[in-house]
Every structure is written in C-alpha cells, then in structure tokens.
C-alpha cells in the first residue's frame, strides 16, 4: 500500500528581519512599513496603536544596539505557533540570543509580563532547533518604568534567571553590561531565523490553534521523529475526501501510545474539514475544557462575545452520550458527515445501555446504524488508546468488530495493531475479513506529550507490569519522574519548576480515599463544567486554578488533558508489596477486589495519572502512621523503594544548580 504524502514542514519567518547594518540603513517608514504590511495581511488587530508601538521600539532599539557589531541579525515579531503570539524582537548573537518584550508606556514590571516574557525564552529553548544548547536571555522593556538594578552573579545557562527588566533609558546600559559579561558561544546567526521550530503544543493549545484554521503541520513536534504525526493525519485526511468524492462510508480507527498525539489528529480531522465535523468524546472535562477554551480565544478577538462563542464552540466539541440520544431515534441524518470518536474502545456494551441509557444495543452499533443514515458519505474516525479503560460496562474493541460484522457497506482503515493485540477484548477481529485496509501510519507509537524524553510511557508501562529489569532499561537515560516522601516539599518544587506560564498542578485516584488524612481529598467536581474550567485554564491567584496547589484532580478529570508538571499523590489503593497490590476503601478498612477488570482499572488509573505530564511528574508518598491500620507506613516505603529501584529519581537528591565545576568559566 503506497503511504500517505507527508505535510511540508513549516519554517517560521519574522515579519522583518536583517543584520544591525540592515536595521541601521533602514528607515523607520520602510522597517513598519513592511510590518505593517504583514500585520495587515494576517492579524485583526488595532493598527493605528501597533503602528505606535513599532515607531517607539525601533526608536528604543536604535539607541541600544548602534555600538554592537554588524553582522549580528536583528528580527521582528517572530512567530512562536505554539502559544499563538510573536516576539517583539530577537536579536541574534554570536554568544547569545536577546529576546526583547516591550510594554510600551508601562510604568511598571507586572507578573503577568514577566512570566510571558520567561515563557518566551523557554519556549525558544524546548522547540526551536539553534536555541536549544544556547543561552537565551529574556528583557522585559517597560518603556516609563524605574529599572532595578540586576541581580548577580548569574549562571550563564540555558534561559537565564531571573529574566532582566529594563525601561527605554536603561536598556542601552544593560545590553552593554550583558554583551560584556556572557561567554562566547558558537551560535549559527545566519541559521537561526531558518531553523526548524516544531513546539509542541498542550491539547488545548493544539485546539485553539487549529480552530483558527492552523494546519497540524505548522504545530508539529519537536522532535524530527515526529514524521508520524503529519503522515497520520494526511492519511485520515484522504480518507475522508475519498469518501466524500466517491460516496462512502469509512471508518478509521487510529491507535496510540498515551500522549502520543491521537487527539491531536483528531481535532485536525475536525477543524479541518469542509463539511459538518464534530469531536465526540465520552470524556466530559475534556469537553468542558475544549470548549470553554475555544470560547475565551473567540471572545478575545475584536468584537467578540463570551456567551456567543460558548454558543458557536458547542457544535465542535460534543459529549457521546448527548449525540447518540439525540440522533438514535431520529430519521434524519445528524447534521455532522465526519466525527471523531475518542477512546473507541471505551464505548459501552449492550448491557450497560440497556441498564444505563435504555437503549437496545452497544454503543458501536448505534453508531454506525446514526451515522448510517446519511444518503451520500459519512466518516467516522475511532481513536483508540492504550491502557486507559477506568470505568466499567466497556466493552472493547471486539464490540466494533461485531457490530461492523452485520454491516459490509462500512469500509474499514485500520492500524495493524488493532487486529494482533493479545488482549481478546481490544482486538478489532478474529478472523481478519476481506476488503480492510491495513495501514501502519494510522499507529502512533512515539509519545508527544513527554517533550525532553520519549521513554515516560514505556517507563510507566513496565512499572505497572511489575517489571523492574525493563523500566531499569527504560530509565538508564533518565525518565521525567520524581519520588518524594514531603507532601510541602513537592509544592516548594512544582512551584520552583513552573517558570513562566507554565502549569502545575496536583493529581490523585479516587481510590485514595486515605490522602484525607494529609488533607488531600479525592474528590474532584469533575462533572462541574465550571470548577473544571476553572482548574485547567485559570491561574494563581484564583485558589481554584490547578497551580494554587490545592484541589488535586482525579483520573476522571484529568484524562486526555495535560499539565506541564504534575504533583501525583499516591495512595493507599496501588501498593508494592513484592507485586502491586490492589485494594478499595469500604468502611474502615482495605478490601481486595476479585474481579478482574477492577484491577485493571486500578492499574489504569495510576497509568492516566502518570501519563498527564509535559516535563516532569514529582510523585509523593505519604509516610503513613503506625498506629492507623488504614496507613501502614512499610506499605508505602516499599513503594517508595520500587519506584526509585525502577529509576525515578529521589527529590532532595535533584541538584539545585549545576556544580561549580562545570560552572565557573561561565560565572560573572
């Protein structure tokens, strides 16, 4: 089977860009001219105030480079597509690279410039290819403010800390004082604007970005063996324009390690379509997250209404159970030609509709027979994860198998890992019937979401199998996993590691019913589309945003959803003992289930905990108390020493900085 074209990689360029001997024989009128005129062609915004800014930074920017050499590069408004804004400028030297964010008329360093400033840098640090082992140095201007002076020595490293804050005054003297002081590195300044920055973005990040019509290709990872990723999405892609064009209907199921961008994929089949698409999940806060930030990008735009796109955002993003009711009995045709089916082999059984819903038939087969009654073409895209079964009554892969037996009408795409898995329940068929298309490119097996390592899942894997050999081997170069016995300590460093806008927040199972005793409570409001809103898009101060520390989310609320650094609280319901032992809270005391998917699912919760992380997940265990029954103290050292025998790394062992021997020829 001949693959799928792969999606061009897209190269960023700076609205204008040139060496200091271009910025210095350039006018003002042609450098905003030619930015102006790509404002114009691209972004709603106020010209007449940006044109002012860009008349004040040029001035600002003259005054502070005209003694530096030459051949150094000099860019504005360099597109960072991950967070969906641009630099103000960067200017690019053979030492180091100066990212400048200008508030122009501001009298004051606020919080919120500073950290958007520090993102910037480590933006540029994580997904852009020549900044990676470079030292970044981030400069917020405030054009009116009183600079302080800056704070030394300083560790010549990566993103420098803290960022430097100057006005339009100062900032000639600070750059004399930072050229001056930064260690020579070889930097390529002919290469950097033209270097690879593929980010990485976080799902809701990703949704926002294509809503607005950004190609998958554009915000594709960061790593160059992401290939897959593009190559996945055009094979779906050119599925659904054959069954469009050739009146078809084809269903494509796509699997995926966890975190390995199969939503991603799915969001890009749905805002990238011509016709009526939807993303169907059973995953409620996955919806409300969705769509609430959809909503508040909308709303951000000129003219925009908060209650407006609530409204337009409702038909992108929409829950299972809702759609399935409202079309199941219906004659007509749902208005959507393509959806998306996320985590496909959670979709109900019989049973559990029957007892649930009312309904007379699995959730597989109701699908199919709505989706059905389309006369020209329908599409439906099944993604299919990996281990992240968590609630009863689901009934598999092996029930889409069934349901498709008694419907020949419907063309199968398909993974070649849905149809070899030794797992009867996630296997698609037994007998491989005629006429299905077997495409590798529809498996995702390289995790995205685990941006500085690739060996987070397969670690987590071997872990929760019990084998201690294969998540050694998986950890001999480093896994983002950190144990600590100190619920405060692994505040202090979540909060130390989340630099810029970067988001951390506590996680627990809800089977951890004894963390009350640590004044953590399992009980996230996870069907509140408010509190859940509020704890993934909100930020501190607001006590209810997940990086006040506070609210731990459970496997309910967090599952297909990310944070940058996750506190997972471990509890009483996962323990090593020699082998994990699975136990449920009931009364006063500990029992062990019998069943065997209630210890799948216990296993699988701790997998969807451990999986939700960007960069690193700091685990802690509670000491337990001798004297409670509920809490015995050797049960969770054991653990404690299995996960750091596995080859996560104790927390107070983590260096503060790196030591001075490899830092003193760096040190101001």
């Known amino acids: 089977m001949n693959e799928s074209p792969v999606a061009p990689q897209i190269t960023p360029q700076a609205w204008w860009s040139g060496t200091l001997a271009d910025f210095n024989s350039n006018t003002d009128s042609s450098i905003i001219g030619r930015l102006a005129f790509r404002a114009i062609e691209t972004h709603p ?16 920017l003259r005054s502070a480079l005209h003694s530096l050499p030459n051949h150094w590069r000099l860019l504005f408004e360099y597109p960072l597509l991950r967070l969906g804004r641009r630099l103000d400028a960067v200017l690019i030297s053979d030492r180091a690279i100066f990212l400048f964010e200008f508030k122009i008329g501001s009298t ?21 290819s020549e900044s990676r082992t470079a030292t970044i140095v981030p400069i917020l201007v405030a054009s009116e403010a009183h600079a302080p002076e800056p704070i030394w020595p300083l560790y010549w490293h990566g993103v420098t800390d803290p960022i430097f804050l100057a006005s339009a005054k100062s900032l000639p003297n600070l750059l004399n004082l930072l050229v001056s002081a930064v260690p020579h590195r070889n930097i390529k300044i002919e290469k950097w604007e033209h270097a690879p920055y593929r980010p990485v973005p976080t799902i809701i990040e990703a949704a926002t970005m294509l809503y607005r019509k950004h190609g998958v290709a554009e915000i594709a990872a960061a790593r160059a063996d992401i290939s897959n990723l593009t190559r996945t999405t055009s094979v779906i892609m050119q599925a659904v324009a054959d069954a469009k064009n050739n009146g078809q209907y084809v269903i494509v199921f796509v699997t995926g390690i966890p975190g ?8 890009n089949a749905v805002f990238g379509a011509d016709t009526g698409a939807a993303f169907l999940t059973g995953n409620l806060p996955l919806v409300h997250v969705l769509r609430e930030a959809l909503a508040r990008d909308a709303a951000s735009l000129p003219g925009g209404s908060i209650r407006q796109a609530r409204q337009k955002t409702e038909s992108a993003v929409q829950g299972l159970t809702g759609f399935v009711r409202d079309n199941v009995d219906r004659l007509d045709p749902p208005h959507e030609h393509v959806v998306v089916f996320d985590e496909a082999q959670r979709a109900w059984d019989a049973a ?13 087969a109701l699908f199919l027979e709505i989706m059905g009654k389309h006369k020209d073409y329908a599409v439906v895209i099944a993604l299919v994860g990996n281990g992240q079964e968590i609630n009863t009554g ?55 979401r685990s941006i500085r390592t690739s060996s987070g899942a397969p670690w987590v894997d071997a872990v929760l199998r019990g084998n201690l050999a294969e998540a050694k081997a998986h950890a001999e170069d480093g896994v983002p996993f950190i144990v600590t016995r100190s619920l405060p ?120 905990l451990l999986t939700r992380a960007r960069y690193e997940t700091i685990i802690w265990l509670p000491k337990g ?37 490899e830092l003193e020829p760096q040190l101001l």
């Open 45 to 60: 915004l106020n010209h007449d105030q940006q044109l002012r800014a860009w008349h004040q930074q040029i001035a600002i």
């Open 108 to 128: 004051v360093f606020d919080r919120a410039a500073r950290n958007q400033t520090e993102d910037y840098a480590l933006d540029l640090q994580d997904f852009h």
């Open 260 to 267: 390995a961008g199969k939503t991603l994929c799915g969001l």
């Open 352 to 364: 559990y509709g029957a007892r649930k819903f009312q309904l007379n038939d699995s959730e597989a």
């Open 394 to 448: 689901e009934a598999g892969l092996g029930e889409w198998g069934r349901a498709l037996a008694s419907r020949p009408e419907w063309q199968i795409h398909a993974a070649p890992s849905v149809l070899t898995t030794i797992e009867p329940r996630q296997r698609l068929f037994t007998a491989i019937p005629a006429g299905i298309t077997i495409n590798p490119a529809l498996h995702l097996d390289i995790p995205v």
């Open 489 to 608: 300590l692994m505040r202090t460093a979540l909060r130390s590691m989340a630099r810029g806008e970067r988001r951390a927040g506590l996680v627990c199972s809800t089977g951890a019913r004894r963390l009350v005793a640590d004044g953590i409570w399992p009980d996230f409001p996870h069907l509140d589309q408010d509190a859940i809103a509020n704890w993934f898009l909100n930020n501190w101060p607001d006590v209810r945003a997940s990086d006040a520390l506070e609210i731990p989310a459970t496997q309910f609320a967090c599952q297909g959803l990310e944070l940058d650094l996750v506190g997972l609280c471990w509890g009483g319901d996962l323990l090593w003992n020699g082998a994990w032992q699975i136990r449920k809270f009931v009364g006063t005391k500990w029992q062990n289930p019998k069943r065997q998917d209630a210890k799948d699912f216990r296993l699988n919760t701790y997998r969807v």
């Open 625 to 661: 108390d001798i004297a409670d029954r509920t809490r015995e103290p050797e049960f969770f050292d054991r653990t404690a020493d299995f996960l750091i025998e596995c080859g996560a790394t104790l927390l107070q062992d983590l260096p503060t900085e790196p030591p001075l021997s």
